[in-house]
Structures are given as C-alpha cells and as structure tokens.
C-alpha cells in the first residue's frame, strides 16, 4: 500500500495524538466539505488526517493534494488493495501515527470542536461514539423517509442488545485497542461498525457517548441509494445473527459472552 502524498518525509516517524481516518471512494465532491470542517477545528492538540482513497476514480486523491495548502496535516493513502471502507480504514490505522483513531466519512461535516470533545472523552473510556446531527445537511423529505440513529445516544441491535453499539462515522479507538481486536472484520459486507463495538466490549472496552462530539450527516440522496443501504443493513442484520448467536445464549444463561463466531 502506498502513500499518494507529499508529506512524506524525515517527520513522519514522530508519534502524534491523533489521527483523524476518513474512508474516502470517489469523494470529489463532498470531501471538500469535510477537510474544511476538519481545518476548522479549535484544537492545539498534535494530530493528523488520513484520507484512505479505496480505489476512486474521479479525482479524490487531487481533492486532498489540492487541501494541503490549508490543511497541511493531512494526507492520503492509496488504500485500494481491498475494496471497502473497513479495509480502507484498516488500512490508514496501520500507518497512522495517533495514539488516538477518530473516523468519520467523506460526505458529512464535523463540528469545530469535534476533535478535541473525542480525544477528552477517550481519557475516560477506550471507544468513544459522538452525537450524529441530521437536519442541517438534508431537506425534510429525506428526514421524514427513514430513522436517524445516534443524535440523543449509543444504538442496539440483536441480537445482543445489552451491549450497545455506534457508527463508524463519528467513532474514535485507542490505536492499540483497535490493532490488538484486529481492527474491521472485512469478511463482512455490512455493520462492521457494529461488530467493532461488540467485539471491543466483550475485549473489557466500555462504549461510551460523547454529545459534544458532533458530526453532521449527510443522507442518500435518492430512494435506490436509500433502498440499497437498508437492502445492506439487513444483510448485515443476518450475518450478526449468525456470528453473535452463541456469545447471546451464553448471555442470556448468565455466562460469559466469550468470542463470537470466526
């Protein structure tokens, strides 16, 4: 995997606080939107911007090249090997030079202070989900079609419920928990995100919810972009079902949870 940056250099060994990981596949029109969000921030913490380009084809490498006038942090990484933004993601913590992994996606927008509200909150727990806005980038049609998860707390799902779960969209790690759970499972499609959270947890992590930590989300455009991701999220659904039922009777019989389903 190679770096497509000009900020290679003598530096790049010096361990940093954070590094924000965005997942990016033909972004060159809202990633813009994000890596200006992202100069924003009001922070005098050491961090730095990974944009993870899995495969694009219409010039999101350029975007970034392009932001390092007035982001000079950031930087991006031919991530393409294995398509996907769970690899893609896995891909930037391998190189990322934070103590502390932020993600969030290249078509939402992070609030000012977005940074520094997940780096204080992973002094108390060792993953960390934020609050997802969703009325300032969509219209009221979009709002009123589907659910909006995460903007007054952490999600559940089945079937372990008792263990909450988050978004990889506004989701932050210590980078040694993540590379010690193995980071993203990529064998699946959908809800990685999910089986990060339940795998960290049943790992001694605590999930907590940060509300200062605000990202504001950008929904699917069109009904098929919308049918798609639930059409996903099912998918994703069924194959929890399959990994977790195990770790969910041993829950429920008062047992330890032990590890999911290879």
């Given at each position: 995997m190679g770096e497509r940056s000009a900020s290679a250099g003598a530096g790049e060994a010096t361990p940093l606080d954070?590094?924000?990981?965005?997942?990016?596949?033909?972004?060159?029109?809202?990633?813009?939107?994000?890596?200006?969000?992202?100069?924003a921030q009001r922070t005098r913490c050491r961090w730095e911007v990974l944009v993870a380009d899995n495969g694009s084809t219409d010039g999101t490498a350029r975007v970034v090249e392009r932001a390092r006038a007035w982001l000079p942090r950031v930087r991006v990484l031919d991530a393409a090997a294995v398509r996907g933004a769970g690899a893609a993601r896995n891909a930037a913590a391998e190189v990322a030079r934070g103590d502390a992994l932020l993600f969030c996606d290249a078509d939402d927008v992070v609030d000012p202070g977005w940074v520094d509200a997940m780096r204080g909150?992973?002094?108390?727990?060792?993953?960390?989900?934020?609050?997802?806005?969703?009325?300032?980038?969509?219209?009221?049609?979009?709002l009123a079609s589907r659910a909006l998860p995460q903007d007054d707390g952490l999600q559940s799902s089945e079937p372990l419920p008792a263990l909450p779960c988050?978004?990889?969209?506004?989701?932050a790690i210590r980078r040694d928990r993540f590379r010690r759970l193995g980071?993203?499972?990529?064998?699946?499609?959908?809800l990685q995100d999910t089986d990060l959270c339940w795998r960290a947890q049943l790992d001694g992590a605590h999930l907590a919810f940060e509300p200062a930590a605000v990202v504001h989300m950008r929904l699917r455009a069109n009904l098929r972009g919308a049918w798609r991701q639930g059409r996903g999220s099912g998918m994703g659904q069924r194959w929890l079902a399959a990994r977790y039922g195990r770790v969910a009777a041993s829950l429920a019989d008062g047992a330890p949870g032990g590890a999911p389903a290879a």
């Amino acid at each position: 995997m190679g770096e497509r940056s000009a900020s290679a250099g003598a530096g790049e060994a010096t361990p940093l606080d954070v590094t924000v990981v965005i997942a990016a596949r033909d972004a060159a029109r809202t990633l813009p939107h994000q890596l200006r969000a992202l100069a924003a921030q009001r922070t005098r913490c050491r961090w730095e911007v990974l944009v993870a380009d899995n495969g694009s084809t219409d010039g999101t490498a350029r975007v970034v090249e392009r932001a390092r006038a007035w982001l000079p942090r950031v930087r991006v990484l031919d991530a393409a090997a294995v398509r996907g933004a769970g690899a893609a993601r896995n891909a930037a913590a391998e190189v990322a030079r934070g103590d502390a992994l932020l993600f969030c996606d290249a078509d939402d927008v992070v609030d000012p202070g977005w940074v520094d509200a997940m780096r204080g909150a992973l002094r108390r727990s060792d993953l960390v989900a934020g609050r997802l806005e969703w009325e300032r980038l969509n219209d009221a049609a979009a709002l009123a079609s589907r659910a909006l998860p995460q903007d007054d707390g952490l999600q559940s799902s089945e079937p372990l419920p008792a263990l909450p779960c988050a978004s990889a969209s506004n989701l932050a790690i210590r980078r040694d928990r993540f590379r010690r759970l193995g980071g993203f499972d990529t064998g699946a499609r959908y809800l990685q995100d999910t089986d990060l959270c339940w795998r960290a947890q049943l790992d001694g992590a605590h999930l907590a919810f940060e509300p200062a930590a605000v990202v504001h989300m950008r929904l699917r455009a069109n009904l098929r972009g919308a049918w798609r991701q639930g059409r996903g999220s099912g998918m994703g659904q069924r194959w929890l079902a399959a990994r977790y039922g195990r770790v969910a009777a041993s829950l429920a019989d008062g047992a330890p949870g032990g590890a999911p389903a290879a």
